[in-house]
């Protein structure tokens, strides 16, 4: 069967193998074969165990393809077959499994991508340990790692997830009476994977997540329906980033804890420093974690600000979050002592949102950064002033009893001038030199206690002194700009590549950048207005935060982007910099609003160029299709009526038979577009009722005229009657005999046959034509369509359309499906009736 749609996914789901995930998939596609459905076996694992072999019996296989690895031949699923055989279904065992080396795709879970993309169905088998989000957990439960996994995603999306539970007794039991492994492999698996431990651990990880999607399932009924109730605020768990190595381990845990509440969201976070470079942050790192994120179905967001805890809690409070996940510190003990770190200081300010701590392995290691240096913040120019104020007169009072030489003395000085250049900038430096002057020449110069210098050569090495440690002072503030700048430019580069990656993902919703953009600089609404007539008139666009900005002159700055568009922000007041990255916040917002503009107008124009193609199709049908039998029905009856000839019996018979064969189309076309136009506007009147084939059938066969010889049927004796409206199941079984007949060969008739399975009952009419191709299936159901849509001679291509239409309208499906040997079978399948 062909279907321009995409497959459903369903998966049975376990907590350990063995718990009968295969013999449930299994069960039921015998089940789904008994009652019609077209089902394969693409791949599936016996491991040996007798009562899954037995339920492959009699269901249909399809081949894998064969690889050598190292010497080994390895069977793997083949996705092309299966797309080439086209079933309806097909089961594939282990969704996580790694395929051999030299296959299309590295996991099994891709290749079930590519059969789902070509609308087959899939039904599929799967360990909660190879759940991407569960791998550390699950190492830690059973002390082996998880190389195979499937992203959680992908699993969530799965239109159908069913939980195959046991308890650990009964599992364990199962394997002792070798139902699982063989028996050589008993004793080694109940001693360690198959402890009772970790076979309650892993049941109640998987209790936990199915538990998790049943109650997205839940909400999203809700919604559906319109039902009334309370909702309860949606629980969001934020994840702090460094770029160290110690992401992953956190991105995992805080996938975890989100997964294991209701309606939970999960936010990664990465604050880029303004004040400094941040050398711990490695953009691989980041590049990968972002990903895991995305793969776990999180968010990734980057912010900029001086004050990483302030910045966190900001973001986290801005999100609504109610718990947030930290890395311990890599710092020393040592560094601990003098400052709280992020940790402890984001613990501080968090008030009601929940804090965790995560410890990691990059946590022995230490931080690996150097030690601070670079960017002036204020705790470093306090700390310059105080070592001036402090250490100028310890030093004097420190050397002064050393009876040192003045050069010895102004060198020492010169020294701790450098310090404090080095930790406090500039200013503080300055005024340390012009003490140290004071000190050197009060103290140490002779005539001492004096300030005045006796020797020329004192005079030249204080002034020299004081020139050098100007120019230290000037040339240390200096770097630290230019750190600054670089730090500066470094964040907006990451801010605006977080901009680019946002349009180039498609995500051009005004409402998501917007959020960028207050995230970003931790603002407290963002707006964008465009001014309406008249004049001087603002109407809010979309807005971010609250509550919104109604007038430019409202917030606390403006972007103005053309003469319509202005961006306002309110919160804090943004710097130069800041507002260069506003301006391409803005801008990206103008074009976003432009293409949403021309997506709508685009969305309103398609259904009338659609009215406007179906009227030029139909005007080019109709044309010669009604244009032709009247042309003939006129030749034939003008031919009869010229009395200049003398025609025999047997030529008036021909004449007439044309005449009539020309009306019967005619009347066919016009009935078929009289029903379309009723079927489109909806005023097709349907009337169901108990109908037997043998009330329809011979009626429709007496319709086709000159053609009902080339029908045959085939119907059983016993079939049940089904509901359905007897005109329009007529007019249905007309128009699908009549295009088997018009394809079929000389010689070969139209087979209609029927069957019924459950509650459905099937009429099939089967041709040895050319058949169709299998990406054509659904294009011949498209009003004014035919095979090949250029030929005028095989009528207006209304049948299959309004057939389809019609059955629909009886509460059937039409469907069309390759004869073997050749041909086309069209399916009705109608409810049995009661």
């Known amino acids: 069967m062909g279907s321009t749609s995409r497959g459903r996914l369903r998966v049975y789901l376990g907590a350990a193998p063995g718990v009968g995930k295969t013999y449930a998939m299994l069960s039921e596609a015998r089940r789904a074969k008994e009652r019609g459905r077209d089902v394969v076996v693409g791949h599936v694992e016996t491991h040996g165990r007798g009562q899954v072999a037995r339920l492959l019996d009699g269901l249909e296989i399809v081949p894998g393809h064969t690889l050598l690895h190292r010497g080994a031949t390895f069977t793997e699923l083949d996705a092309d077959a299966v797309i080439a055989r086209r079933p309806k279904a097909v089961l594939v065992d282990e969704l996580a499994h790694t395929n051999t080396p030299g296959s299309r795709h590295a996991k099994r879970w891709q290749d079930v991508q590519d059969i789902l993309d070509a609308g087959i169905d899939v039904v599929s088998t799967l360990n909660i340990q190879h759940l991407e989000s569960l791998r550390d957990v699950v190492e830690q439960i059973t002390g082996l790692p998880q190389r195979e996994t499937v992203p959680d995603d992908l699993v969530r999306r799965a239109d159908r997830l069913e939980l195959v539970d046991m308890s650990p007794e009964a599992l364990r039991r199962r394997l002792a009476h070798g139902n ?350 465009e001014r309406d007539d008249p004049p001087g008139d603002w109407r809010i666009v979309a807005t971010s935060g609250g509550p919104p900005i109604t007038a430019p002159d409202g917030g606390s700055g403006v972007v103005t982007i053309d003469d319509r568009l202005v961006l306002a922000t309110r919160g804090r007041l943004l710097d130069a910099s800041d507002r260069r990255v506003l301006e391409a916040f803005a801008a990206e917002a103008a074009v976003a609003l432009r293409q949403e503009r021309l997506r709508e107008a685009a969305e309103r124009a398609e259904p009338l160029a659609e009215a406007d193609r179906m009227r030029t199709a139909l005007l080019a049908a109709v044309g010669h299709d009604l244009r032709t039998p009247l042309a003939s029905a006129m030749a034939s009856v003008e031919s009869l009526r010229n009395t200049d000839i003398a025609w025999s019996d047997e030529d008036r018979a021909e004449l007439l038979a044309t005449a009539d064969e020309s009306l019967i189309k005619l009347n066919r076309l016009v009935s078929n577009l009289l029903d379309m136009s009723r079927l489109q506007a909806g005023a097709l009147g349907v009337t169901l009722r108990p109908v037997a084939v043998e009330d329809v059938l011979p009626r429709a066969i007496d319709d086709l005229g000159p053609l009902h010889d080339r029908v045959k049927g085939d119907i059983p004796v016993d079939l049940p009657e089904f509901q359905a409206d007897p005109a329009l199941l007529e007019r249905v079984l007309v128009n699908l005999m009549a295009n088997a007949v018009r394809y079929s060969p000389d010689g070969e008739p139209v087979l209609v046959t029927a069957s019924w399975h459950g509650e459905h009952v099937e009429l099939r009419i089967i041709d040895r034509g050319p058949g169709i191709p299998p990406d054509a299936h659904e294009r011949v159901f498209l009003p004014f369509q035919r095979l090949g849509d250029r030929d005028n001679h095989t009528g207006v291509g209304l049948g299959l359309a309004l057939s389809r239409g019609l059955t629909e309208a009886m509460g059937g499906t039409l469907l069309l499906e390759d004869t073997p040997g050749g041909g086309l079978t069209m399916t009705v399948s109608l409810r049995r009736a009661p």
């Not at 900001?314 to 930290?326: C, H, T």
């Not at 992020?342 to 931080?367: F, N, Q, Y």
């Open 180 to 529: 699982v492994y063989p028996p050589e492999r008993v004793d080694a698996a109940l001693a360690n994977y198959f402890r009772v431990g970790n076979l309650s651990a892993l049941r109640e990880l998987a209790l936990l997540w199915v538990a998790d999607r049943v109650d997205r399932q839940l909400t999203a009924y809700r919604t559906d329906h319109d039902i009334a109730g309370t909702w309860e605020a949606r629980e969001r768990v934020v994840v702090a980033l460094t770029g160290g190595p110690e992401g992953d381990t956190l991105v995992r845990r805080a996938a975890r804890i989100a997964a294991r509440t209701k309606g939970a969201d999960l936010l990664a976070v990465h604050v880029t420093r303004a004040d400094a470079l941040s050398t711990a942050s490695d953009p691989a790192n980041l590049v990968r974690q972002r990903k895991l994120v995305e793969d776990l179905g999180g968010t990734y967001h980057q912010v900029v600000g001086d004050d990483i805890p302030r910045t966190l809690i900001e973001f986290a409070d801005g999100v609504n979050a109610s718990q947030l996940v930290l890395g311990a510190s890599r710092r020393g003990r040592l560094a601990q002592l003098f400052t709280r770190g992020v940790g402890m200081t984001t613990a501080t300010l968090s008030g009601s949102i929940d804090v965790h701590m995560v410890p990691h392995e990059a946590v022995r290691k230490g931080s690996g950064r150097p030690p601070a240096g670079g960017a002036l913040t204020r705790t470093r120019r306090l700390s310059g002033w105080a070592l001036t104020l402090v250490a100028m007169p310890s030093l004097t009072g420190v050397i002064a009893p050393l009876d040192l030489s003045l050069p010895s003395e102004i060198l020492l000085f010169l020294l701790l001038v450098v310090g404090v250049a080095l930790v406090g900038g500039m200013w503080p430096a300055l005024t340390a030199a012009v003490l140290a002057f004071g000190l050197l020449n009060w103290f140490f110069t002779p005539p001492v206690h004096t300030l005045t210098i006796s020797e020329p050569e004192n005079v030249l090495s204080l002034a020299i002194f004081v020139l050098v440690a100007a120019m230290v002072s000037t040339v240390v503030d200096m770097a630290a700009r230019r750190r600054r700048e670089a730090a500066r430019s470094r964040a907006d580069a990451e801010v605006l590549s977080t901009l680019a990656g946002h349009v180039l993902r498609g995500e051009s919703a005004l409402p998501s950048l917007l959020g960028r953009l207050r995230e970003t600089f931790g603002l407290t609404a963002v707006t964008l207005l």
